[in-house]
């Protein structure tokens, strides 16, 4: 029978294969099990079988940038109990358990990075974090137009849109 520490240990197997030396694990996160040659098994444990395969997400991040992130913050005087990647908080707050079951992407954009993570079947198919933000955005639109950044703010601001009721067909 398949025991919750053999749940575990596989999970663990699976992060320490690919896990470069300035890398640190945040996540191991499992997506499908296979059992005894039977694909697509969600949860294992209980199960009865010789040999447990686990497709696994593994999230990993540079030492030194957890390293650094933690002690700013333990500088505060708040104590760190763990770190998550900001785009699984982001679709923890506000994708629902439904809307991750069908398929979703949240996209997330921000001032000088662009965070995004796709669901399906309730599992993280792939997560991303890009180095171009709104600030970017601005940028282009006071390089198009030949003006300052402040201006450029205001015209993204009060013209551009990202919801499609607000964007006429033609």
Not at 111 to 131: K, Q, W
Request: charged share 20%; glycine share 6%.
């Amino acid at each position: 029978e398949i025991h919750e520490e053999d749940y575990r240990r596989v999970l663990e197997n699976a992060s320490t294969v690919s896990n470069p030396a300035n890398f640190e694990v945040l996540h191991r996160l499992p997506q499908r099990f296979t059992v005894d040659d039977q694909p697509g098994v969600k949860d294992p444990v209980g199960m009865q079988g010789v040999r447990l395969e686990a497709e696994v997400c593994v999230i990993q991040a540079m030492a030194s940038h957890v390293r650094n992130l933690t002690q700013a913050v333990l500088r505060t005087n708040v104590d760190v109990t763990g770190l998550v990647f900001a785009p699984l908080a982001s679709a923890e707050s506000v994708l629902t358990l439904r809307q991750r079951e069908l398929g979703a992407a949240l996209v997330n954009i921000g001032a000088s990075t662009t965070s995004i993570a796709v669901f399906e079947d309730g599992e993280l198919l792939h997560a991303a974090v890009i180095p171009i933000g709104s600030d970017h955005i601005t940028s282009d639109i006071a390089i198009g137009l030949r003006t300052s950044l402040d201006v450029a703010e205001q015209c993204k601001r009060h013209f551009a849109s990202a919801t499609p009721e607000a964007v006429s067909h033609d």
